[in-house]
């Protein structure tokens, strides 16, 4: 069999079933590679997926889903896939995998953006201009029972969540996202990022039902940390957390990250993806504390009318400035200007 049988064509809404069970069974997928990214991508921010099916002899052999920025500042681009940690093709075979990526760098073209990126753990073409120093992903087998994965973070890392326990903090499945937001809101601020809308949490959690939860831990009915998880096929994703000044004090959010994996052992999970983080940060450093190894995560690009690879990171020089100015707005101000900026961040 050879890419020459393969039809490739845009998937509408009446292929998400078929999309997601294709996603389901591919040992490869994340929950990245949901159909329902393309719904929320266009809810929340109005940008345009382009989410492409291959198809041979009527049975579906691959798919790669696309989405594409238009900013103002940052350019014209078509990413797989935006507010994702990973995205590409997921194939039956290289044949596959191949036409789709040329089917990509097509699509690009005909959309004259500057450039096609595509973001996984692994390169998918060799030939294209890669980043893979920027940033990392931390993924870990977890046991069956909480006592042999509590035993499994060292030492210094567990005293901080027994000091959770210790300080009597409780743990709510939260219904919304409604007390996630203002924490998420708060960190991202403190960190000089611009927020997403909270309409954003709303629509993931919509689309996603059960597979998108919010953890939110207390002490004295205050929130004090907050944290959207997600559950693709086999993992379980920590993606979106925030905390409030008193977080630290009360360990709050190592109690956080602590009930989630315990959840996720609930729910017969057996890996637990800590998300992705920029080398040499903050959370890089905490994620290692609690013995999860960094995986590269490979950023590749085929240049369109771009001359080199973009740079839109926070690591950027440009952006010191910036983020240093940012870091000092009220709290009003950064979460009124905050989502119109964080749509372009793709």
């Not at 292929?15 to 069970?21: A, F, G, K, L, P």
């Not at 990126?117 to 073409?125: C, I, Q």
């Not at 992903?137 to 567990?158: G, S, V």
């Not at 939260?174 to 809101?185: S, T, V």
Request: proline share 7%.
């Amino acid at each position: 069999m050879t890419a020459v049988a393969v039809r490739i064509y845009d998937a509408k809404d009446s292929d998400r079933q078929r999309w997601d069970d294709f996603v389901e069974q591919h040992p490869e997928a994340s929950f990245f590679h949901r159909y329902g990214w393309a719904v929320v991508l266009r809810a929340a921010f109005g940008h345009r997926p382009h989410y492409l099916l291959a198809e041979r002899d009527g049975e579906i052999v691959g798919l790669l889903p696309l989405g594409e920025i238009r900013s103002l500042l940052f350019g014209h681009s078509l990413i797989s896939s935006p507010f994702c940690v990973y995205g590409g093709p997921l194939a039956s075979d290289e044949h596959v995998s191949a036409a789709l990526i040329d089917a990509a760098s097509v699509r690009a073209r005909e959309l004259n953006v500057d450039y096609l990126e595509l973001r996984g753990t692994r390169r998918s073409r060799p030939d294209w201009p890669c980043k893979d120093d920027l940033y990392v992903t931390f993924r870990k087998p977890i046991a069956a029972n909480d006592d042999d994965n509590l035993k499994a973070i060292p030492r210094k890392q567990r005293a901080m969540v027994r000091a959770g326990i210790d300080a009597k903090l409780t743990v709510t499945i939260d219904p919304g996202p409604d007390r996630l937001w203002p924490l998420y809101a708060e960190s991202v601020r403190n960190l000089g990022t611009p927020v997403f809308p909270s309409r954003y949490f709303t629509l993931l959690q919509r689309e996603f039902g059960a597979d998108c939860e919010v953890t939110t831990v207390e002490r004295d009915a205050q929130p004090l940390a907050s944290v959207m998880s997600f559950l693709p096929p086999r993992d379980r994703a920590a993606y979106y957390g925030g905390g409030s000044s008193l977080a630290r004090q009360y360990k709050a959010n190592d109690f956080m990250y602590w009930s989630v994996m315990r959840r996720a052992v609930e729910r017969g999970v057996t890996v637990f993806d800590y998300g992705r983080s920029k080398l040499g940060t903050g959370s890089f450093s905490f994620k290692k504390h609690w013995g999860f190894e960094p995986e590269p995560l490979y950023h590749e690009y085929d240049l369109v009318k771009a001359k080199e690879m973009p740079n839109v990171s926070p690591t950027n020089p440009k952006y010191q400035m910036f983020i240093a100015a940012w870091r000092k707005l009220p709290l009003p101000v950064s979460n009124t200007v905050g989502p119109w900026l964080a749509r372009s961040l793709g």
